[in-house]
């Protein structure tokens, strides 16, 4: 029975491992944005990135926390990708104002003058604006 548990127990972790990987690989839907820490759109962990779904408005990014610590999502956003159907309209400053820019269906790594600057957007259908 021990043999037999430590069997299960090696099957379930690599079948967990394998779930993981397949999280962290996999990129938003049609109807989604991923917004990423990292410059490159990949994290390790699943806190490390942002999930905005269609239609939704994140006013002031000093509100979400960034791995549930005291630090936030505030000028923190380094790579966008967005759905194929998706669109999102950051802007540098909270409440939407201050200079901003839309980024279509793809994958972004954020130019230096967008790069960790992010303080507010919204998530529209592609061709929106
Ligand atoms: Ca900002």
Not at 53 to 79: E, Q, V
Not at 90 to 112: A, M, R
């Amino acid at each position: 029975m021990r043999h037999r548990s430590l069997v299960f127990y090696l099957l379930c972790a690599t079948f967990v491992s394998v779930l993981f990987a397949a999280l962290a690989w996999a990129g938003p839907s049609n109807t989604q944005v991923f917004l990423y820490e990292r410059e490159t759109c990949t994290n390790d962990d699943p806190r490390e990135s942002l999930t905005a779904n269609m239609d939704s408005n994140f006013p002031d990014l000093t509100k979400y926390k960034y791995k549930n610590g005291p630090a936030n999502w505030n000028d923190r956003i380094s790579c966008i990708w967005v759905g194929s159907n998706a669109s999102v309209k950051v802007n540098g400053d909270i409440n939407y104002k201050g200079s901003s820019t839309v980024y279509g269906p793809g994958q972004h790594e954020l130019p230096s003058t967008w790069n960790k600057t992010i303080s507010s957007f919204k998530v529209r259908p592609n061709g929106y604006w």
